[in-house]
């Protein structure tokens, strides 16, 4: 099981993110997510912390993948994948302090930039694929060497979240 939770919350052609105030990436903007407690499910986890970060209530996240890492020698780490259409949910103005960073809604064209270095580094080896909506859920990977990506795979997915 993994132990994090990003959803990308979508709204027309721009994603709610979040600078983040703390590490790790802290200065970076990111989508909104964060750990699982026990016993929580992936989709549980998500909507509660989409609540507790933006103060909005994601009725239907659509689970899209994992996000797996190898960073410094370290052990396989990873995070549940989701989208957010928020399209019926209410709107919510930005900038937008919070206790986790400062949220505003992004465009799609900014986000994807080759130039744009602003977004958690990961952010660039997934984003473009996941928001391919025929896409079927997959497992991407990142590899790093310090705080860069140095290679990235995308494989199959093989299991079932809920």
Not at 36 to 48: D, F, K, S, W
Not at 114 to 121: D, L, Q, W
Request: aromatic share 10%.
């Amino acid at each position: 099981m993994l132990r994090y939770t990003l959803a990308l919350i979508r709204k027309n052609d721009k994603f709610l993110m979040i600078n983040r105030e703390k590490s790790p990436w802290q200065g970076a903007w990111n989508g909104i997510g964060g750990k699982l407690e026990p016993g929580e499910t992936a989709t549980a986890c998500v909507i509660r912390e989409i609540r507790e970060e933006t103060g909005l209530q994601a009725v239907n996240p659509v689970f899209r993948g994992i996000v797996t890492w190898h960073a410094d020698g370290e052990a396989r780490q990873g995070m549940y994948l989701f989208i957010v259409n928020a399209g019926d949910i209410r709107a919510l103005a930005t900038p937008k302090r919070t206790r986790e960073g400062v949220l505003e809604w992004k465009t799609e064209a900014w986000l994807l930039s080759e130039k744009n270095f602003g977004t958690v580094p990961t952010l660039r080896c997934f984003m473009r694929e996941v928001l391919q909506r025929d896409n079927a859920p997959k497992e991407y990977h990142c590899y790093f060497d310090g705080d860069t990506v140095i290679k990235r795979q995308i494989s199959p997915l093989t299991v079932k979240i809920e």
